[in-house]
């Protein structure tokens, strides 16, 4: 039974823990559409993608409520399999390729055409002999329908990364019932002249019936591409719109929007004092972190100021505080009180008094098994050399001292635990933090790196954690870089933010300047083009 | 009443208590079977004096990061060195001792430095890697002892003169310096001679004495700034990067240590066992002193001087007391020695299911 | 492009240099030993004879990315176990030999089930991992079989089993002996079912490699289109081999030395057939479903999850196949031995065949049926060469017994540390060159 959508989700919602991460969202997808995806990270994308899939990270944690309807008929997709069956199909940001294998053979991972043997019928289907003639004829086939210049024969691994996406997509496509396929970031590591043969072949496919769910950050992609847009905003459908309604300006608003204020503050009158020396300045700064690169940063930080670094997830804000602590090879220049530093060399920029709150918390952020006082401490006893006793010439570490501090810095920041020797993993994600920041507090820093400070910290915490940081600003003068997707976060405390978009500085504005500046920037589009196409409609 | 031993037993762990349990039995079934308590319990605290220093060994490699200590034998090669030198030249009494312990020192921080730069290139492939490298070495050095100048006739073979012999006795050399150090022998002492079952005992305080300094210096080492920073390189990789710590650094003095304390261990071990063996016998040295520490509690990536002493007792103690029990039991010689290797292996079996693959850099 | 093509050369070479070194290796030990030609050649053929198959059971976990399996102990147990009950119920002969093979391959597959399942818990380190459970199992095996078999395990057998005085005063059999004869009908009953004088054989293999050989080809010229060069390297095993034969028939017609040399050697031709068989099978297997599945996994864990195979499964799957092959292999072997060391047959049969592998110029990761071969016949002309060499060089054939040894292990050591810096290497590039594209795009 057909209907007029290949693919209805209605009135999805999704719960984790109590923490409402879906709220009433509906998605509808006409067969040969290209349907757009859009929003921040955290917006809910991934979360409604691994519902469509029946990934078990979803059943495990409570199901979902809403239904999903595929061609009109209701469906429980209970795993990728399942999908699978239903003719749903998925291009992944990470490829899922062999890279030993043929073009043909990854086309028909797992689908390998068989001949059957005799030895079958006792020891299984397993047992038939893999048909690799028919296996390359099929693929060539899909291969010439998709219009790319590629052979069957040729190993994946010796192909650039452009043609590899090809490759997804023919795996897709040689599924005979397919009928929607998700493209998750397709073009996130494509040139721009692959990209745009990529999003051609896709056009052309579409056009034969088959549809599509474009998840992007590249809003002119999007723009030029798709049909239909649905902006996802903190679990909400917030844009159901055709495209041709939206300009990229629109787009990026809807994206980013007005949340709610979580501090009040009167910012003119901080960043007033224009004549405060740089404490930080890069130039022409790069850094290769995986999935985060940034290639030509440049800005100063005044001293004393709070200053944010915020733009969309993968183009390289992260990486920024990751290289200037040495963690991540990187380039160009960074000079610290007016003085060059050799950022490779971690111990030198500790030295300076830098200190730095990383976003991976669990991972390099804390030692999850040691205790809240060894873990508070570690920082300063290495670089300080504090709660140190000396017998007999040796350093010995004077655990009585740090437990002693321990004690006050959990008071200070209420830190809620059991006590000092509890062990960090279990903690929550709140308290946790507060426990990297003490140990950076600890080292009584000059500059202090956060790096997402309230990620996935409930309400209240989080309030408690950003009053800390500007407690330390006001106090004791240290200068606070904040690098945080959130940006009504970043603006309810920062000085100036600027916001990183394809590895460079997209721009540097104040906290209280226009929402519709902040969303160009981040979308990638030049302030003064963007004006002229607003002035267009 | 109930909560506090639950927490006892969640502390120390079923598996543990269970083997604490089978000890405790065995200890105790020495009475009724007529073997003599005071000589099998003297045998069990000679037997962890013994062993004791290749347990440390093992402990200090777990703690700098480098896991399970596979490449124990490479400093056992250098302590025998060191030891066949004092034989060679006829050196006896403690001084002599410690002369064999003083040669293998450098050789073993020169060998221990090459195979730490070796594990660091080869990171998640340790256990084999230096499995493997052991394996070869001691082969390697198995021609070694017999190409290389030894002259002394007491210590070469008979007939051709050249190359040393698979085992060399200590008895003109340091045989149990250590175990006869102020000694409390019952027997000598004259105490208790009229009760049948303690009558034998003695305590080998000398080489208790070894085994506890080498407790307590590592455990005051463990204290120091050093090894703090030690412990969370070794057990926390990617944290103690952005401390600014030089993993590779810290292993490479953690398998130095390791090395230099197993050279000195099995010059140790040697002295008590009246015994040096050379060739292939260092070959499975690794092992019990693996089961050992995990059965102290340790883990591939965690490991304390509290695991060494449990673990040690428990082990020894279990080996020393199975075979005579087993044989009066059974009047099965050599059943405790195939109890050994199921024993001593399963426990490693179920320690490396335990590892988690981790992204640590 | 002429540091690319050195490269290439540089490559193949690499791969070919550990063969070639081993070669090397074994003609000067051979010229040392002063062996002659004809006990070399007749040794050899005894040995491949024997081990080849051992060594052929390594090839599936190889291909499915579990490295080298250390633990074919278990499957030679298994194997040995079916030997010993048929000589214990006097079951002779070849029949005898078909009846141990079924014990050995239904307790082969419930021990590489339980090993497969154990290296799951473990990915990542299941090569030190099965090396401990060989441990482990020589334990149980030990244990079983010196103290149960008798007293907890009723069995009565004067012939193989230890015999001792309990307290009345009565004979009681405990435990088996060390050794345990094969009945005279079993031994080298596969090795004697049918021999040719490999005079004779000589020409009949030359025709027949050929004819495999210019099939091979006709079939990649004809159904699959390949070019001449392309056939011709599909078929390279049997291209080489028929150009050996071809020399050696050559020389066997025109030199007496050459004459000599081969006139006593027999060719075992049902042991031969066998491994033929053997070979074949793990060949098909490869290109079935089943070897596809595993190849799959063997290259890239997380994609073959993401494509919907079985992971787990498949890898139990390729450790039971290992398992019972290696039972197999342990069968051959001991008929030609003629005996069975009950406690120390199996002891180094995975370190030894592990090592021939890698002689052959096989890696963690990649094995063929050629290396194989190759290191299988390097490997066991080294192992009874080197101390005949020791002997003459030093006086002291435990010098070159010491040194096989080492050459086996630095052999496993050396494979080990190059694959875990090939490892490191390659995905310190992937990140690198992932991260200079994207730096090279925005220079544009």
């Not at chain 2, 710590?245 to 002295?271: E, F, P, W």
């Not at chain 3, 540089?10 to 070919?16: D, K, N, W």
């Not at chain 3, 289109?225 to 028939?249: C, E, N, Y």
Request: aromatic share 8%; charged share 20%.
């Amino acid at each position: 039974m057909s209907s007029k959508y290949i693919l209805e989700m209605n009135h999805i919602e999704k719960e984790f823990f109590g923490n409402k991460v879906l709220k009433d969202v509906s998605i509808k997808v006409k067969p040969g559409e290209i349907v757009a995806l859009i929003g921040e990270n955290g917006a809910g994308k991934s979360t409604i993608m691994n519902i469509l899939f029946g990934m078990p990270a979803i059943h495990q944690t409570g199901g979902f409520k809403g239904e999903v309807l595929i061609d009109g008929e209701k469906v429980n997709i209970k795993s990728p399999i399942e999908a699978m069956k239903y003719g749903i199909g998925m291009v992944h940001q990470e490829f899922m390729l062999i890279d030993g294998y043929d073009v043909a053979e990854n086309i028909k991972l797992n689908r390998e055409n068989l001949k059957n043997t005799p030895l079958s019928l006792l020891f299984g289907k397993r047992m038939n002999l893999v048909d690799q003639k028919t296996m390359h004829e099929e693929s060539r086939a899909t291969l010439d329908s998709l219009g790319i210049e590629l052979s069957d024969q040729t190993r994946v691994g010796s192909l650039p990364v452009g043609y590899k996406q090809f490759v997804e997509i023919a795996r897709e496509l040689d599924k005979k019932n397919i009928k929607l396929i998700v493209l998750d970031e397709p073009t996130a590591v494509l040139t721009e002249k692959e990209a745009e043969q990529f999003l051609e072949c896709v056009k052309k496919v579409a056009e034969k019936g088959i549809a599509f769910i474009f998840i992007s950050h590249k809003l002119d992609e999007v723009k030029r591409y798709t049909h239909h847009t649905f902006v996802l905003r903190d679990g909400e459908m917030v844009g159901d719109y055709d495209t041709a309604e939206l300009s990229t300006i629109k787009m990026s608003e809807l994206m980013v929007g007005r949340k709610v204020e979580i501090l009040n503050r009167d910012i003119t009158e901080e960043s007033a004092d224009e004549n405060q020396k740089a404490c930080l300045e890069l130039e022409h700064f790069g850094v290769s972190m995986p999935g985060e690169v940034a290639r030509d940063i440049t800005f100063s930080v005044k001293k004393g100021e709070i200053f944010g670094i915020g733009g969309l997830a993968g183009h390289g804000k992260i990486s920024i505080a990751n290289g200037i602590m040495g963690l991540y090879p990187s380039k160009g220049s960074v000079k610290i009180h007016g003085k060059t530093m050799n950022v490779a060399k971690t111990n030198d920029t500790l030295n300076e008094g830098i200190a730095f709150v990383s976003e991976d918390r669990r991972g390099v952020g804390l030692m999850l098994d040691e205790s809240i006082e060894l873990n508070i401490s570690i920082a300063a006893l290495k670089t300080k050399n504090r709660f140190i006793t000396k017998k007999f010439g040796i350093p010995f570490y004077d655990k009585k001292g740090a437990i002693e501090y321990a004690k006050k810095m959990i008071e200070e920041l209420d830190i809620r635990c059991t006590g000092y020797a509890q062990p960090v993993k279990s903690l929550s994600g709140g308290n946790q933090q507060k426990v990297c920041i003490a140990r950076a507090l600890t080292l009584e820093p000059d500059i202090l790196f956060v790096s997402e400070p309230t990620r996935g910290i409930d309400i209240g915490a989080k309030k408690m954690i950003l009053d800390s940081l500007l407690k330390l600003n006001k106090e004791k003068g240290v200068t606070v870089i904040i690098t945080s997707s959130e940006l009504a976060e970043l603006r309810s405390v920062c000085n100036r933010i600027a916001i990183i978009t394809e590895g460079k500085v997209a721009g540097i504005l104040r906290s209280d300047e226009d929402d519709y500046k902040f969303g160009l920037l981040m979308s990638g589009s030049k302030v003064e083009d963007a004006k002229k196409e607003a002035e267009k409609e | 009443m109930k909560n506090t031993w639950k927490n006892v037993v969640d502390y120390i762990g079923t598996s543990r208590l269970v083997v604490i349990g089978f000890l405790l039995v065995l200890m105790i079934s020495v009475f009724p079977l007529g073997i003599n308590p005071g000589m099998i319990y003297s045998d069990c605290i000679v037997r962890i004096g013994m062993n004791g220093f290749l347990v440390l060994a093992m402990m200090i490699s777990i703690v700098c990061g480098a896991g399970l200590n596979f490449g124990l034998p490479i400093g056992i090669l250098c302590g025998l060195f060191g030891g066949s030198i004092a034989v060679q030249f006829n050196w006896s009494g403690l001084g002599g001792f410690w002369g064999a312990c003083l040669v293998s020192v450098p050789v073993a921080l020169i060998v221990g430095y090459l195979y730490a730069k070796l594990l660091n290139n080869v990171k998640g492939s340790e256990m084999t890697v230096g499995n493997y490298m052991a394996f070869s070495i001691v082969s390697l050095m198995s021609i070694a002892w017999l190409v290389l100048p030894y002259s002394n006739p007491k210590i070469v073979w008979p007939i051709t003169g050249v190359g040393l012999r698979t085992t060399l006795t200590l008895e003109d050399n340091y045989d149990k310096v250590l175990d006869k150090f102020l000694k409390i022998d019952f027997k000598q002492m004259g105490i208790l001679q009229s009760n049948p079952y303690w009558k034998d005992f003695s305590v080998s305080t000398g080489l208790l004495l070894t085994f506890a300094v080498g407790c307590i210096l590592m455990w005051l080492f463990m204290k120091t700034k050093a090894g703090v920073i030690m412990r969370c390189s070794g057990g926390n990789p990617g944290f103690s990067r952005t401390l600014g710590v030089n993993n590779n650094h810290i292993r490479t003095l953690g398998i130095m240590a390791s090395t230099v304390i197993a050279a000195i261990g099995i010059n140790i071990y040697s002295q008590s066992y009246g015994f040096y063996q050379f060739y292939s016998a260092p070959l499975m040295m690794a092992f019990p002193a693996m089961a050992a520490i995990l059965i102290g509690g340790a883990t591939p990536k965690k490991a304390t001087v509290f695991n060494v002493i449990l673990g040690v007792i428990l082990f020894q103690s279990l080996l020393t007391l199975a075979t005579p029990v087993a044989n009066a039991l059974i009047n099965a010689g050599s059943i405790s020695e195939v109890v050994r290797i199921i024993v001593q292996n399963g426990i490693i079996l179920y320690a490396l299911t335990k590892i988690k693959s981790n992204g640590g850099k | 492009m002429g540091k690319k093509k050195q490269n290439k050369v540089l490559e193949i070479l690499q791969g070919y240099m550990v063969p070639i070194l081993f070669t090397l290796l074994c003609l000067v030990s051979i010229k040392i030993s002063g062996q002659s030609a004809s006990y070399v050649i007749t040794e050899t053929i005894s040995r491949v004879g024997r081990n080849a198959i051992l060594i052929v059971s390594l090839i599936l976990p190889v291909m499915c990315g579990m490295g080298l399996n250390f633990s074919i102990v278990l499957g030679a147990m298994a194997g040995e176990i079916g030997l010993i009950l048929i000589t214990h119920w006097s079951i002779d002969g070849l029949p005898g030999i078909i009846v141990a093979s079924l014990i050995g391959t239904v307790l082969a597959i419930v021990l590489g089930t339980l090993t497969g399942m154990l290296f799951n818990k473990v990915k990542g380190q299941e090569m030190i991992t099965g090396m401990i459970l060989g441990f482990f199992a020589v334990g149980v095996y030990d244990l079983i079989f010196i103290f149960m078999v008798g007293s907890v395990i009723p069995m009565v057998n004067p012939e193989i089993m230890l015999n001792s005085q309990n307290a009345a005063g009565e004979t009681i059999y405990v435990g088996l002996r060390n050794t345990i004869d094969f009945h005279a009908a079993t031994k080298y009953a596969v090795d004697n079912a049918c021999k040719m004088m490999f005079v004779k054989l000589l020409p009949m293999m030359l025709v027949g490699f050929a004819a495999v050989t210019v099939l091979i080809v006709a079939f990649n010229i004809g159904k699959k289109k390949l070019d001449v060069k392309k056939s011709l390297f599909a078929a390279r095993g049997f291209l080489i081999t028929t150009i050996i034969l071809g020399i050696l028939q050559i020389l066997m017609k025109t030199s007496k030395a050459v004459q000599k040399a081969f006139f006593i050697v027999q060719v075992p031709i049902l042991t031969v057939v066998i491994i033929a068989l053997v070979c074949m099978l793990v060949v098909f297997i490869t290109k079935t479903k089943l070897g596809q599945d595993i190849k799959t996994v063997g290259m890239n864990m997380q994609v073959a999850t993401a494509a919907g195979i079985n992971v787990d499964k498949t890898r139990i799957v390729a450790t039971v196949l290992s398992t019972v092959i290696a039972s197999w292999g342990q069968i051959i072997f001991l008929q030609n031995i003629g005996n069975v060391q009950t406690f120390n047959s199996h002891e180094q049969v995975g370190t030894y065949a592990v090592a021939a592998l890698l002689v052959g110029g096989a890696s963690i990761d990649k094995a063929t049926m050629g290396q194989v071969f190759t290191g299988t016949v390097l490997f066991h002309i080294l192992f009874f060469i080197t101390p005949l060499a020791g002997k003459v060089l030093f006086s002291d054939p435990q010098l070159g017994e010491y040194f096989r040894v080492f050459l086996c292990y630095g052999i496993i050591a050396v494979s080990l540390i190059l694959y875990a810096w090939k490892k490191i290497a390659a995905d310190k590039k992937r990140i690198e060159e992932e991260n200079r594209l994207q730096m090279e795009e925005l220079d544009k």
